[in-house]
Nanobody, 124 residues
Framework: QVQLVESGGGLVQAGGSLRLSCTASGRTDSSYDVGWFRQTPGKEREFVAV????????YYADSIKGRVTISGDRAKNTVYLQMNSLKPEDTAVYYCAVRFTSGRYSLPDTYTYWGQGTQVTVSS
């Protein structure tokens, strides 16, 4: 079992920045992937970025590449999502998720554990 707690969401003006945090507890001694997703009402959960502890690789969604940076502190079991130049269309609930399996990292169904989500609202 893995428990995930996200924080860092909030209200920000367009062009601003936010840093989201995701701290894992429980089964954290193994290698796993930590992904960030976002979701708006009526839409499917959208992949944002992933950090793979097994090999350190990082991948971003093309739609947001260049404006976000994912990083992690293994000692703290925490992964961060730094978001810059935010736009109103970035408004969503942001979730972090963990998986211990392989497969396409952008697919939500490959992730087993999910945080409760943190709301990001970008005003114009």
């Amino acid at each position: 079992q893995v428990q995930l707690v996200e924080s860092g969401g909030g209200l920000v003006q367009a062009g601003g920045s936010l840093r989201l945090s995701c701290t894992a507890s429980g089964r954290t001694d193994s290698s796993y992937d930590v992904g960030w997703f976002r979701q708006t009402p009526g839409k499917e959960r959208e992949f944002v970025a992933v950090l793979r502890w097994s090999d350190g690789n990082i991948y971003y969604a093309d739609s947001i590449k260049g404006r976000v940076t994912i990083s992690g502190d293994r000692a703290k079991n925490t992964v961060y999502l730094q978001m810059n130049s935010l736009k109103p269309e970035d408004t969503a609930v942001y979730y972090c998720a963990v998986r211990f399996t392989s497969g396409r990292y952008s697919l939500p169904d490959t992730y087993t554990y999910w945080g409760q989500g943190t709301q990001v609202t970008v005003s114009s």
